[in-house]
Structures are given as structure tokens and as C-alpha cells.
């Protein structure tokens, strides 16, 4: 099993879900682990998970559905005096189910800010400094979802999030800091309900894949969860 003794990650929206289970798989290959919630009561459950593994754990609040919870986030992990190894872009939210016709420009915009403007703000906090310390790994979590006009907005923000993902990692060529999408496959989760294809625990250990890719690996490329759920990593 790789080691990530001493690094630092962050995942956006670990309370619970996809979030917790990539916090879980990354403290039990020794990574020191930032769990991130909208408030520190919804982080509890995934800190108590997290007091078994010999890392260090620290937590940063925030809504990223406001600029100001998404600077929150930002100064939480810079106060701790933290240098960010890998950042774990998993945080969404998903519009209400309607006609496309229907859906406000409002809906988008929060849409969009959550799942896009946020992480992109995140990725501004703190690619720099991995491009200055020369390692990184960078991980934007997208969707495989298609033909769905009720969930447009969605949809519409996950792609643009591949297209940014393969533009950042441009932006990034050959300075070691990899950034690549993850798909994690269709879940029972509160995003994805009961009806999913796929219990949450399936997301590892495919969803560390990116993380774990060997320095100047990859970068700008989809790697989806599922194709892995078999897998020895």
C-alpha cells in the first residue's frame, strides 16, 4: 500500500458521503487529513471515524455557496500553517428535479457556484504554492450523467468542470502538480438517492487512484471510480 505519511489533504464536503469515504481511504495510508463541512456539528461523525488512524486531523467550516464561506474554508487551512499536499474537490449540490424550461437563473448561479466558481477559488488558494514546493495532486469530482434536462444545471456545471480540470492541468504541465477528474460512478448518497447504481463504499479504492499516481504522472485525464472497485492499491 503507497504511502502518503506527511502530506496534507483536504476534501471539500467530507461530513459525510463520497467526502468521508475519501477522507477514510487516504488516513489509512497515513495522510494527514482536513475534513471540511458547512459546520462543525455535521463533521463529527467523520472526525469520530477518523480518530482511529495515527494521522493528524484538522477541520475548516464553511458554506461554499457564499464567497464568504468559501474565503472561510481558505483562511482555515492557511491559519493552520498547513502547506496543502492534495486538494479534493468533492463538495456539489444538485438542482431541484423540474423541466428545463423552469429552471432560474438563479438555480443555475447557485448551481454553478457550489459545484464550479467554489472549487475554483480553491484550486486559485492553493495550486500556486504546490507549483512553488513542486508536488501536488489535485482531484475534481464530476459526473457521468447524461440526457437528464430536469438536472441541467448540474450536469452542465460537471462539465464544465472537465473542461477546467484539463485546462488547469495545462496551466500546470510538467511542475508535478497533477489535477484530473474523478468520476465516482452513480452512488447511494443524499446527491445520488436510494435508487443509485452503487453502494458509497464502492467509491474506493478508485478514487484515490489520482491521488496516488506516481510524481509527472498523468494529468488532464478522467479516471472513474468503478472501473477500480476490484482493484488492490
Same mark, same amino acid.
Given at each position: 500500500? *503507497?504511502?502518503? &505519511?506527511?502530506?496534507?489533504?483536504?476534501?471539500? +464536503?467530507?461530513?459525510?458521503?463520497? +467526502?468521508? %469515504?475519501?477522507?477514510?481511504?487516504?488516513? &489509512?495510508?497515513?495522510? $494527514?487529513?482536513?475534513?471540511?463541512?458547512?459546520? *462543525?456539528?455535521?463533521?463529527?461523525?467523520?472526525?469520530?471515524?477518523?480518530?482511529?488512524?495515527?494521522?493528524?486531523?484538522?477541520?475548516?467550516?464553511?458554506?461554499?455557496?457564499? @464567497?464568504?464561506?468559501? $474565503?472561510?474554508?481558505?483562511?482555515?487551512?492557511?491559519?493552520?500553517?498547513?502547506?496543502?499536499?492534495?486538494?479534493?474537490?468533492?463538495?456539489?449540490?444538485? $438542482?431541484?428535479?423540474?423541466?428545463?424550461?423552469?429552471?432560474?437563473? %438563479?438555480?443555475?448561479?447557485?448551481?454553478? %457556484?457550489?459545484? #464550479?466558481?467554489?472549487?475554483?477559488?480553491?484550486?486559485?488558494?492553493?495550486? /500556486?504554492?504546490? *507549483?512553488?514546493?513542486?508536488?501536488?495532486?489535485?482531484?475534481?469530482?464530476?459526473?457521468?450523467?447524461?440526457?437528464?434536462? $430536469?438536472?441541467?444545471?448540474?450536469?452542465?456545471?460537471?462539465?464544465?468542470?472537465?473542461?477546467?480540470?484539463?485546462?488547469?492541468?495545462? @496551466?500546470? *504541465?510538467?511542475?508535478?502538480? #497533477?489535477?484530473?477528474?474523478?468520476?465516482?460512478?452513480?452512488?447511494?448518497?443524499?446527491?445520488?438517492?436510494?435508487?443509485?447504481?452503487?453502494?458509497? &463504499?464502492?467509491?474506493? /479504492? +478508485?478514487? #484515490?487512484? /489520482?491521488?496516488?499516481?506516481?510524481?509527472?504522472?498523468?494529468?488532464?485525464?478522467?479516471?472513474?471510480? %468503478?472501473?477500480?472497485?476490484?482493484?488492490?492499491?
Amino acid at each position: 500500500m *503507497k504511502s502518503l &505519511e506527511g502530506k496534507w489533504a483536504l476534501i471539500t +464536503g467530507s461530513s459525510r458521503g463520497i +467526502g468521508q %469515504q475519501v477522507a477514510i481511504g487516504l488516513a &489509512e495510508r497515513k495522510c $494527514n487529513i482536513i475534513v471540511h463541512g458547512r459546520e *462543525k456539528a455535521h463533521l463529527n461523525n467523520t472526525l469520530n471515524m477518523l480518530s482511529k488512524y495515527k494521522v493528524k486531523v484538522h477541520f475548516v467550516v464553511g458554506d461554499l455557496a457564499t @464567497e464568504e464561506g468559501v $474565503n472561510s474554508v481558505i483562511k482555515g487551512v492557511k491559519t493552520g500553517s498547513i502547506s496543502l499536499d492534495i486538494l479534493y474537490n468533492n463538495a456539489a449540490i444538485m $438542482n431541484k428535479w423540474k423541466p428545463v424550461w423552469e429552471i432560474t437563473k %438563479q438555480e443555475w448561479l447557485e448551481t454553478f %457556484q457550489v459545484n #464550479l466558481f467554489a472549487m475554483i477559488a480553491l484550486c486559485n488558494a492553493f495550486a /500556486p504554492d504546490m *507549483k512553488k514546493r513542486g508536488y501536488g495532486r489535485i482531484i475534481n469530482v464530476t459526473s457521468g450523467i447524461k440526457d437528464t434536462p $430536469n438536472l441541467a444545471p448540474y450536469s452542465v456545471s460537471k462539465a464544465a468542470v472537465d473542461k477546467y480540470t484539463r485546462d488547469l492541468a495545462a @496551466e500546470l *504541465k510538467e511542475t508535478n502538480v #497533477l489535477v484530473n477528474c474523478m468520476d465516482p460512478g452513480w452512488l447511494k448518497t443524499d446527491l445520488g438517492g436510494p435508487k443509485a447504481d452503487h453502494e458509497v &463504499e464502492t467509491v474506493l /479504492p +478508485g478514487a #484515490l487512484i /489520482p491521488v496516488l499516481l506516481d510524481d509527472n504522472g498523468p494529468s488532464g485525464k478522467l479516471y472513474s471510480a %468503478q472501473e477500480f472497485r476490484d482493484s488492490k492499491i
